[in-house]
């Protein structure tokens, strides 16, 4: 079962890390486009922690609830 504690810290999560690799490396994941996203969802994300955060990050943006994270987004700048 995942806490609210595990919740806000695959939030925070979203608006820390950057993409390890590929043609957004360095990106923030909460920066990275929705089609980029999309084509991930379509082939597949890959396996892991940083799969799960573009999992959960496709989901929020095609749910429209990308205003969720601009308070933890300007918290951390």
């Known amino acids: 079962m995942i806490t609210p504690e595990d919740q806000r810290e695959v939030l925070k999560a979203l ?26 969802h379509a082939k597949g994300f890959p396996k892991g922690k940083i799969g799960m955060l573009l999992s959960t990050i496709y989901e929020i943006k095609l749910n429209g609830l990308e205003y969720l994270l601009k308070p933890l987004r300007d918290k951390t700048l």
């Open 15 to 40: 608006v820390t890390t950057r993409m390890p690799y590929g043609k957004y490396k360095n990106r923030l994941l909460c920066d990275l486009p929705e089609p980029y996203l999309s084509w991930y």
